[in-house]
């Protein structure tokens, strides 16, 4: 599987635009790109996926370089329930994902 | 809708001892994933199934079994507990669209101690 790298971890102020970066400088012409995120204690939780194209969606939008070679997931306005691991995944066909450590986001009141 | 259900939350096991570890999803997925996540670390795959009556290995499936008899459930069977299995067991499914698989939705995990 095609590798990703991600900042172990980052802080934002609440009500602050967040940007989560993601390198996969390997990315395959299938891989699409896939974001998880983990609150403590909880299992993870999708949050959103893309091939070529941004995508949007009612929790974050995701801008993708236009290599592919790297994304970023936005969070427009950060809120303390925000604060959580976020994965970056890449996959052909969302199958047998691999989660790696991720970015701990920290939100600051 | 409940989601994907896991039971249960917490189990102190001593070495040696087995146990099933249950999971049911009511969202008629055909997918469905076994993770484990050790302290600090990422989602390892264990097993999965892409519908009923079949299974296969993920990343580290030593020491684990599966079935699937029906769509909703799928349980993780631990037969000889070893201290190396402390850690916390996530459920997953997920169904398949046109263009791939839906975003997995996760259970609410185990909790698991050996010792």
Redo the contacts between chains.
């Keep these: 599987d095609a590798k990703t790298t991600q900042p172990n971890s980052m802080e934002s102020n609440e009500e602050e635009p967040v940007h989560l970066p993601c390198n996969h400088s390997t990315i395959s012409g299938t891989d699409y790109i896939h974001w998880y995120r983990q609150l403590p204690s909880q299992g993870p939780e999708y949050v959103i996926h893309g091939l070529t194209s941004n995508v949007n969606n009612r929790m974050a939008s995701l801008a993708i370089a236009e290599d592919r070679k790297s994304s970023t997931l936005i969070l427009h306005r950060a809120t303390l329930r925000d604060a959580a691991v976020y994965y970056c995944i890449l996959s052909p066909h969302n199958e047998k994902l691999t989660f790696g450590t991720g970015t701990r986001l920290t939100i600051i009141p | 809708n409940a989601g ?1 259900t896991q039971t249960p939350k917490f189990r102190i096991l001593k070495i040696g001892q087995s146990m099933t570890l249950q999971c049911t999803q009511d969202m008629n997925h055909n ?1 469905m ?1 076994w ?1 484990r996540q050790d302290p ?6 264990i097993y ?1 199934s892409v519908g009923a009556g079949i299974t296969d290995k ?2 580290v499936p030593n020491g684990y079994n599966v079935s699937r008899s029906t769509t909703e459930d799928f349980p993780l069977r631990l037969e000889l507990a070893a201290p190396s299995q402390t850690s916390v067991y ?1 459920c ?1 499914s ?1 169904v398949y669209r046109g263009t ?10 185990t909790r698991l101690t050996v010792v």
């Design positions: 994907v997918y994933y993770y600090g670390m990422g989602l390892k795959l999965y993920g990343e996530f997953a997920s791939g698989l839906d975003g997995y939705t996760f259970g609410s995990g």
